[in-house]
């Protein structure tokens, strides 16, 4: 037995030496499509199903404000009822307040967040709108690579790991408006509820 285990320790420490770059796909695909089905490729334009102006009032509470849903908060700042940098810094201090108790942020991106706020108002006050996450925040399990930012993947083989590219869906979404304010727990890659600083109370792990 032991020499099977120091055997596997050398396998491993040998597949560690590997560097892999970002890039490099998953040895396994999946395709959940049926074999020779091709899905339709044009696309009718959205329907958000965003509710009128008129039924979407401003609460005079900020945690009032922090629980309306994301369509409702749209619709508050395409009307500039709402700035994206208020909201924002609403949700930033909500991170400060129960980020720790939740165990649910890794990496807060308050001057990054803040200065994406102040384009989305600035877009907008000059006429230019880009859509229904103009301005909304968001957070980011921390298994997305954000340029300048640490990716840990909530395993401790990988806390202090940056990598230097940003994920596709990232960029997607800074291009709809939508701002990126944390990066956030998640079980050591991806699996179950424990991560290098406890376990996540993330609902979205």
Known sequence: MLGNVAANRASYGRLRQEELDNSVAPALYFNPLPHGFTPPTTAAKPDWGLPDAAAVALPEREVDIAFLSVAELSVLIRERKLSSERLTQIYIDR????????????????????????????LLAAGTYLGPLHGIPYGAK????????????????????????????????????????????????????????????????
């Not at 308050?110 to 989305?120: G, P």
């Open 95 to 122: 991170h400060k307040a129960f980020g720790d108790t939740l165990e649910a942020v890794i990496t807060l991106l308050e001057d990054r967040a803040l200065a994406q706020a102040r384009r989305a108002d600035s």
């Open 142 to 205: 921390d298994l997305l690579a954000v340029k300048g930012t640490k990716t840990t993947w909530g395993a401790m083989p990988f806390k202090e790991q940056e990598i230097d590219e940003t994920a596709h869906i990232v960029e997607r979404l800074d291009a709809a408006g939508a701002v990126l304010v944390s990066k956030l727990t998640l079980g050591a890659l991806a699996m179950g509820d424990v991560w290098y600083g406890g376990v996540t109370k993330n609902p979205g792990t």
